[in-house]
């Protein structure tokens, strides 16, 4: 299973860590609005990040997402849950 992670702060990277550990999960795509952040994740774990939230939304493969994003992102949270 393709799955999303948004936020790549230190939760972000928790996650990902256990989400790695899992048989199940084949694929891990992340995303933060911080391009440090989205680079950091990349050489740390190797997996695919963007800046670009449309690009994890749109993609019709990733089956579940994790919002690790801090509480500010709460507006989008709802959003997204709509």
């Known amino acids: 299973m393709k799955v ?3 936020g790549a702060g230190s939760m972000g990277g928790t996650v990902i860590e256990h989400l790695g550990k899992c048989p199940q999960v084949k694929e891990i795509v ?3 609005i911080r391009l440090e952040r ?3 994740l990349k050489e740390q774990y190797g997996i695919k990040a963007y800046t670009d939230l449309e690009r994890i939304l749109s993609d ?3 089956k579940l997402v ?3 994003a801090s509480n500010a992102t709460i507006p989008l949270t ?3 849950i709509l």
Request: aromatic share 6%; charged share 20%.
């Open 4 to 6: 999303g992670v948004l």
């Open 30 to 32: 992340a995303q933060d």
């Open 38 to 40: 989205v680079q950091k």
């Open 60 to 62: 019709s493969e990733v």
């Open 66 to 68: 994790f919002i690790t």
């Open 78 to 80: 709802r959003l997204l």
